[in-house]
C-alpha cells in the first residue's frame, strides 16, 4: 500500500526514533521516546499505531520498523512546503532564502555541484 | 434548602458590590504594578467562597447585604412543614393524654396548601448551571490534553507541539509551557519569559480556582466581567514580571512577539493561560507606557491596596440583637406598647422561669428604681404589677409591686436581649386567654336567647357526668330542666365531683337561658340528685365571660389542669386538660378527709406539665410549685408492696413516672438538693394516675388517694392553646 506521508511532528520524530533504533522493540521504544521526548507510553503506542495505519511503520511481534525511508518522507515534507507557501515553485523557495541572505558560500557551492550532477544524469 | 440559596444570593450579592468597588478602583491602580489589581481581587474572590466573615468598624459593602436582608425579600420564603410548631416538649414517654390529641383538635386542620417551593426550583436550576460550566471545563481540559499528548518535549517544562496555536500554560502541580512549532525563533525566549512569569506567580492553580468559583456564581453577569478583568490583569501583570529591568529594545521585541502571536477570541475559559489570550493592542500600549514608579509610592500603594482588601473582606459590624444565637435585626425588636405572639420556645421557657421566681422568695424591698431595660409586666386587673429588671445593681431580678408593696426576687434567667420577649409573653397570654377564653365564652354566649336543646348540647355535660336524657317541664314559675342520668358514680367522691361540675354547667346554662329556666336538676339511677337554681342575674357578655371565666378557675375540677401562671384566681389560665374517670383510693379512715371539701385536690387545680406540678390552694391565691422528677421506665420501680398503690397500679403499663420534690431554696442551686414530697403522676397506657402521699401521725408516705385522670375532649395543654390561638387569630383577624 502506498503510505500517507502527511505527517504530524509527532509522527515525524517517532520515525526518527525508529530509523536509528530498528528494527526496535516496542516497549524499548516507548522508553527511547520517554527519554527523548518526553512522552507517555499510551501515547507512543497511539503514534506508531497511527504511523501503521499511514503504512510508515511495520509492528509484528513487538518489534517496530520502518517502512519508508528518510529521503521519501524528506521529499513528501519538502514537496508540501513547496506546495504551501510557495505555490509548487521551486525558484520561489530558492529565492526566499536567497533574498534572506542566508546561504553560506559552502552551502551554495554543494547545490551548485548538486544541480550539476542532476543536469547530467538528464 | 432555603438557607442555602439566600447564603450563596447574599455571596454573590456582596461580591458584585466588591467587584463594582474594583472595577472603579482599578482605573487609577491600572498606571502602577498590576499586580497589585491582581491583589485586589482576593477580596473578590473571598466574597464569592466565603459566606462568613470578620466584622470591623468600617466596611465598603452595605450592612443591608451582609445582612442579607436584601436577599430575604426577593426570595419567598418556603411554606413551613406544618407539623413543626405543634410539638410539645416531650419527654419520654409522652403522657398518653398528649400523644393522642382529642378528634377535635384545632391543630390538625392548620396544614397549609403545600405550595411551590422556590428555593428548590432554583437549587435545581443553579445545580444545572453550574455543573454545565464544570462539565464544559473538564470537557475542554480533556480535549486538550489529548491534543498536547504528543508535544515534543524541549527543556526542562517546555514542549514543543503542532497542534496548539498559541503558547500556553497547562497543569496544575507540574505546568508546562507548550509552544506551536510555528512560533518564530526570535519570539521564543519573550514568550518563554512570560509563561514563566504566569508559573511563578501561581496564575496557573489562579486560574482555574477563579474559573471554578465563577462556576458557582454562573448566574452573575458582574462577575464574569470580573473574571475577564482578572485574566487582563494576570496577563499585564506577567508582562510586566516579563519587561522587568528590560531595556527599551527588548521590550520593543517582546511587543514584536505579542503581535506576531496570533490572538483568537475564544470564550473565557480556565485553561490554558494562552499567551495571546487578551487582546494584545491594550497590552502593548500598557507596556510600553509603563514606568516602574518609585520604591514608595508602590509600597504605599500596596498598603492602600492591602487596606482596601480588608475593607472589601469585612462586613460592616452590626448591631443586631442575638437571641439564643438567632439574630434579630433591630426592626424586630418591639416598640414601646406593641407586642406580637411569641413563639412557644421562648413562652415555656420564660413561664419556667417566671414560676421559679414566684414560689414565693420574695422579699420585702424599697420601690425599686426602674432603669431602662425594666420589663414591666401588668397584671390585667392592674392590682399587682411584675418590673422585670435586667440591668442595674443586683440584676437581673423580679419585683412584685402590689398595691405599693415592694417585693424582689432574684430572676435566675441570662441576661441578654430578653426584655422584648419578656413583653411578648405578657401580651401573648392576654391574647390567650382573651381569645381562647372568651372565644369559648363568646361562642356559647351567642346561643342565648336560642333554643334551649341547642345550648343544652352545647355544653358538654356528658364529659363530666355521662350520658343522660333531658326534659324540660313548664310550671307557672316557669321551666325547669332535669336530667337523667344514666351513668352511676362509683363512690360518693366521684357522685360530689359531679354535683359539682354539673351545677357550674346549670349555671352556666341558666345563664344562656336568659331567665326562661329557673333551675336546672339532675339525677343519678339511684334516685339521688341535686340541683341549681343558677344566680338571679342577668347576664351581658361582659358577665357571662366573667362567670365562664371565674367558675373554671376555682372550680373543683379538681384535678383538671387549670393553670394559674400568676398567683391570684382571675388571670390567665389554660384549659383544662385532665378529669377526673375515677377514684381509685382514697384513704378515708384518717378523718379529716370524709369531706370533699377537705380533699385537698377537690379545693384546688394542678398542674401537671412536664417539668413541674403546681398546686393552686383555695380561691385567696396562694400557691406553691414543685418540680418534677422524672423516672424513666427502666428505672422506676413499682411502689414498694406495702404501699397500697401498688396494688392499684399493677398490672396498668406504667411507661414513666414522676414524683415532685420541693427545692431547698435557701441553697445556691435550688434543684441541686430536692426534698421529695407528696405527689406522683403515674403515665399508663389506659391514662395518668395521680397519687398523694402524706405523712400521717408518723407513718410515712402513707397513700391519700390515687386518681386516675382521663383527657378531657375539647381541652388542649398548653401547647395546643398556641395552635389553637394561631387558628383563631386566622379565622378572625
Same mark, same amino acid.
Given at each position: 500500500m502506498k503510505p500517507n506521508l502527511s505527517l504530524t511532528l509527532a509522527d515525524h520524530r517517532l520515525l526518527e526514533l525508529v530509523w536509528q533504533a530498528e528494527p526496535v522493540p516496542s516497549a524499548q521504544l516507548c522508553k527511547l521516546a520517554e527519554a527523548s521526548l518526553g512522552w507517555k507510553r499510551t501515547t507512543t503506542y497511539t503514534v506508531i499505531k497511527r504511523l501503521c495505519d499511514k503504512g510508515c511503520l511495520k509492528n509484528e511481534a513487538a518489534v517496530v520498523t520502518s517502512l519508508v525511508e528518510r529521503s521519501t518522507v524528506q521529499q513528501a515534507d519538502g514537496q508540501e512546503v513547496l506546495q504551501r507557501s510557495? !505555490? !509548487?515553485?521551486l525558484p520561489s523557495f530558492m529565492a526566499a532564502f536567497l533574498k534572506a541572505g542566508t546561504v553560506s558560500d559552502q552551502d551554495a557551492a554543494e547545490i551548485e555541484k548538486m544541480l550539476e550532477e542532476y543536469r547530467n544524469q538528464r | 434548602m432555603e438557607q442555602f440559596c439566600t447564603t450563596l444570593l447574599t455571596m454573590s450579592l456582596t461580591a458584585t458590590v466588591a467587584a463594582l468597588a474594583v472595577m472603579a478602583l482599578r482605573l487609577p491602580l491600572k498606571k502602577g504594578p498590576r499586580y497589585l489589581t491582581c491583589l485586589l481581587w482576593l477580596a473578590v474572590f473571598f466574597r464569592m467562597v466565603c459566606p462568613v466573615t470578620f466584622e470591623a468598624p468600617v466596611s465598603l459593602i452595605p450592612q443591608a447585604i451582609t445582612e442579607g436582608t436584601l436577599v430575604q425579600q426577593v426570595i419567598l420564603p418556603d411554606p413551613t412543614p406544618p407539623t413543626q410548631t405543634a410539638a410539645p416538649i416531650q419527654t419520654e414517654p409522652t403522657p398518653p393524654a398528649e400523644s393522642a390529641p382529642a378528634p377535635t383538635l384545632p391543630a390538625d386542620s392548620i396544614q397549609p396548601e403545600p405550595a411551590v417551593s422556590w428555593s428548590l426550583v432554583l437549587f435545581i436550576l443553579w445545580s444545572l448551571g453550574c455543573g454545565g460550566m464544570i462539565l464544559w471545563a473538564a470537557v475542554s481540559y480533556r480535549r486538550l490534553t489529548r491534543r498536547t499528548a504528543e508535544a515534543i518535549h524541549q527543556d526542562l517544562n517546555i514542549y514543543l507541539s503542532d497542534a496548539v496555536e498559541t503558547p500556553f500554560v497547562c497543569g496544575l502541580k507540574h505546568p508546562r509551557i507548550y509552544l506551536p512549532v510555528t512560533l518564530d525563533q526570535a519570539d521564543i525566549p519573550h514568550v518563554l519569559r512570560h509563561e514563566r512569569a504566569h508559573i511563578d506567580r501561581l496564575d496557573h492553580i489562579a486560574k482555574p480556582l477563579a474559573w471554578l468559583t465563577l462556576c458557582l456564581h454562573w448566574f452573575n453577569p458582574v462577575l464574569w466581567l470580573a473574571y475577564r478583568l482578572l485574566c487582563r490583569d494576570m496577563e499585564a501583570a506577567c508582562d510586566q514580571a516579563a519587561t522587568k529591568d528590560a531595556s527599551r529594545a527588548d521590550t520593543a521585541s517582546y511587543a514584536a512577539a505579542l503581535l506576531h502571536v496570533s490572538w483568537r477570541p475564544s470564550p473565557p475559559a480556565a485553561v490554558p493561560l494562552a499567551f495571546g489570550e487578551e487582546n494584545p493592542k491594550h497590552r502593548i500600549e500598557a507596556l510600553l507606557r509603563y514606568k516602574r514608579p518609585a520604591f514608595w509610592v508602590v509600597l504605599l500603594t500596596g498598603l492602600a491596596c492591602v487596606g482596601l482588601l480588608l475593607l472589601l473582606a469585612a462586613d460592616p459590624e452590626s448591631d443586631t440583637v442575638y437571641l439564643e444565637w438567632n439574630p434579630i435585626s433591630q426592626s424586630e425588636i418591639l416598640q414601646d406598647g406593641e407586642s406580637i405572639p411569641l413563639p412557644q420556645e421562648q413562652t415555656e421557657e420564660l413561664v419556667r422561669l417566671l414560676k421559679w421566681t414566684d414560689r414565693g422568695s420574695y422579699t420585702p424591698c424599697e420601690p425599686p428604681v426602674l432603669p431602662d431595660g425594666t420589663v414591666t409586666l401588668f397584671h390585667p386587673d392592674a392590682s399587682i404589677s411584675y418590673h422585670v429588671i435586667l440591668e442595674g445593681p443586683e440584676s437581673p431580678r423580679l419585683v412584685k409591686d402590689q398595691g405599693g408593696t415592694f417585693r424582689s426576687a432574684p430572676l435566675s434567667? /441570662?441576661? =441578654? =436581649? #430578653?426584655a422584648s420577649c419578656v413583653r411578648e409573653w405578657s401580651a401573648w397570654w392576654d391574647q390567650t386567654y382573651a381569645l381562647v377564653g372568651y372565644q369559648e365564652a363568646d361562642t356559647l354566649f351567642a346561643l342565648q336567647n336560642g333554643d334551649l336543646q341547642t345550648i343544652l348540647e352545647a355544653l358538654p355535660i356528658q364529659d363530666y357526668a355521662g350520658p343522660y336524657t333531658f326534659q324540660l317541664y313548664e310550671d307557672w314559675k316557669g321551666y325547669a330542666l332535669v336530667l337523667d342520668l344514666e351513668t352511676q358514680p362509683a363512690n360518693d367522691t366521684q357522685r360530689q365531683l359531679i354535683d359539682w361540675h354539673l351545677t357550674y354547667w346549670g349555671e352556666v346554662f341558666l345563664a344562656l337561658s336568659n331567665g326562661h329556666v329557673r333551675e336546672v336538676s339532675w339525677f343519678y339511677p339511684d334516685g339521688w340528685g341535686s340541683l341549681t337554681t343558677g344566680l338571679p342575674e342577668l347576664y351581658d357578655q361582659e358577665g357571662f365571660r366573667t362567670l365562664y371565666a371565674q367558675r373554671q378557675l376555682w372550680w373543683t375540677d379538681a384535678i383538671c389542669l387549670n393553670s394559674t401562671y400568676y398567683s391570684t384566681w382571675s388571670q390567665v389560665h389554660y384549659r383544662p386538660a385532665f378529669q377526673v374517670a375515677e377514684v381509685l383510693y382514697q384513704a378515708s379512715d384518717l378523718g379529716g378527709y370524709h369531706d370533699l371539701d377537705d380533699l385537698a385536690p377537690a379545693r384546688s387545680s394542678v398542674v401537671f406539665h412536664p417539668d413541674f406540678l403546681a398546686h393552686a390552694y383555695g380561691t385567696n391565691g396562694s400557691s406553691a410549685h414543685y418540680p418534677l422528677v422524672y423516672q424513666p421506665s427502666e428505672d422506676f420501680t413499682v @411502689?414498694? @408492696? /406495702? #404501699?397500697p398503690a401498688a396494688d392499684l397500679l399493677a398490672g396498668r403499663g406504667i411507661q414513666a413516672a414522676y414524683r415532685t420534690a420541693a427545692p431547698n431554696l435557701d441553697a445556691k442551686d435550688p434543684m441541686a438538693h430536692l426534698t421529695p414530697s407528696g405527689y406522683g403522676i403515674y403515665v399508663a397506657q389506659d391514662g395518668v394516675y395521680l397519687a398523694n402521699w402524706e405523712t400521717w401521725e408518723g407513718q410515712k408516705d402513707r397513700l391519700m388517694y390515687l386518681l386516675r385522670l382521663t383527657e378531657r375532649p375539647y381541652s388542649h395543654d398548653l401547647y395546643h392553646v398556641v395552635e389553637h390561638v394561631k387558628e383563631i387569630k386566622e379565622t378572625y383577624f
Open positions: 510557495f !505555490g !509548487g515553485s | 434567667m /441570662e441576661v =441578654n =436581649n #430578653d @411502689p414498694s @408492696p /406495702e #404501699d
